[in-house]
């Protein structure tokens, strides 16, 4: 189907998918065995200058949009979701600075993530908050000219491995979601240390940790804006995100196809002729039609996104929402359709099978995604009134 892809769009699709297949791909079982961080393939992107693609040319990136990111992703994700994760979440923990920081504040920690020389991280989960920032217990008491940063922040993708983090913190408990401010934060800084490493089912390369603030001094400069917009900080940088997020689920689903398609190639090389059963006719014809149409909508997600459309949030979460359960279908019905040989541990399909549900759980539940998608419609019922 075609696209449309500008040729910079074709340009970036093509780098990212030689990366994925000529590098990401012969480590990604090592990787995943290992639970070891894909630091060869970010050294590899690095040297290619693809790792400020989401970031403007004034601060030496690409100058790549959410629909570059998501083809970025799309293709790191058909050969190892643990690695386009961590790529992606370089991108969720820029957004907030990108969307919301000043001329200072962008030049000094956008500039070298685009460069590759450092990595960015997003901390707004807690043990008691997931995606809904109104939860947050962790708390920024005002100092002079510091703020004191005190609590938990868990699941936090790129953990150990980032060394600038925005973090979302309370700082007017009595004013709940519109109490919440939010901070950047460097790495080595006093009274920041890491929790454990979370060992997980799929995404096993990426670094998972819970990151630890006990009275750690913020200087007042990095605060993201004022006091209060942290909610707002959070939402909107969610939005930008989650189509990548989405096009994991795509990268994934696609990748499933990609491992049975070999599949079916290696039986009619050996058979001479692929037998004629319906059954199977049905599920590839099931499963390249799910790609595909996932393809469609998270591309145009990702164009709504980038043009400041007002339903983007809506938007953004019906792609979120439908990739990972396309993700999820997919690589049931793959491993379904090879049986036993693609169970094994180290089987493509095997690792794809793991990592299709955490697409369902993280950047919000899909429960959280259908009630954004129903709040929306709900806004547009009560303006016909």
């Given amino acids: 189907m075609n ?13 990212f998918r030689k990366v994925a297949q000529e590098v990401a791909a012969p480590l990604a079982l090592e990787l995943d065995e290992k639970e070891e961080f894909p630091w060869k393939v970010i050294e590899a992107m690095r040297k290619e200058n693809l790792m400020g693609l989401f970031l403007p040319r004034e601060y030496d990136g690409l100058g790549g949009s959410v629909m570059e990111l998501c083809l970025a992703v799309e293709e790191l ?9 961590s790529f992606a979440a370089n991108a969720l923990g820029s957004f907030p600075i990108l969307l919301h920081g000043n001329e200072e504040q962008k030049k000094k920690y956008l500039t070298p993530v685009a460069r590759g020389e450092k990595m960015a991280a997003f901390g707004l989960t807690e043990p ?17 000219d510091f703020y004191l940063l005190r609590g938990n922040k868990q699941w936090i993708t790129n953990g150990k491995e980032a060394e600038t983090y925005t973090i979302f913190a309370s700082t007017d408990r009595s004013r709940g979601g519109r109490g919440i401010s939010a901070f950047i934060v460097e790495k080595g800084w006093e009274g920041f240390t890491f929790g454990r490493k979370e060992e997980k089912l799929g995404i096993r390369c990426s670094t998972t940790m819970n990151l630890i603030f006990d009275d750690c001094p913020v200087p007042k400069e990095n605060l993201l804006g004022r006091e209060g917009l942290g909610f707002v900080v959070a939402m909107k940088t969610l939005d930008k995100a989650r189509p990548g997020v989405a096009a994991q689920g795509l990268g994934i689903a696609q ?22 059963i319906p059954e199977l006719h049905n599920e590839l014809g099931t499963i390249a039609t799910l790609v595909e149409a996932t393809r469609a909508l998270i591309y145009a997600v990702a164009r709504s996104v980038d043009s400041g459309d007002r339903h983007a949030s ?6 979120k929402l439908f990739a ?19 169970i094994r541990y180290g089987h493509p399909a095997e690792r794809l099978f793991r990592d299709a549900k955490i697409t369902q759980i993280y950047e919000g539940t899909n429960e959280i995604q259908k009630g954004v998608i129903a709040l929306e419609m709900i806004k547009g019922l009560r303006k016909r009134e």
């Fill in 3 to 15: 696209y449309h892809l500008t040729e910079e769009q074709q340009r970036i699709q093509q780098a």
């Fill in 77 to 85: 994700s058909r050969v190892s979701s643990g690695i386009a994760i």
């Fill in 128 to 144: 008691e908050a997931g995606s809904d920032a109104t939860g947050i217990q962790t708390t920024a008491t005002k100092k002079g």
């Fill in 314 to 319: 809506r938007d953004a979460a019906m792609a």
């Fill in 324 to 342: 990972s359960d396309v993700s999820v279908e997919v690589a049931n019905r793959v491993v379904s359709l090879m049986g036993l040989l693609s």
């Fill in 255 to 276: 990748g499933g196809l990609d491992v049975l398609l070999d599949y079916l190639a290696g039986l009619q090389k050996e058979r001479g002729a692929l037998p004629d």
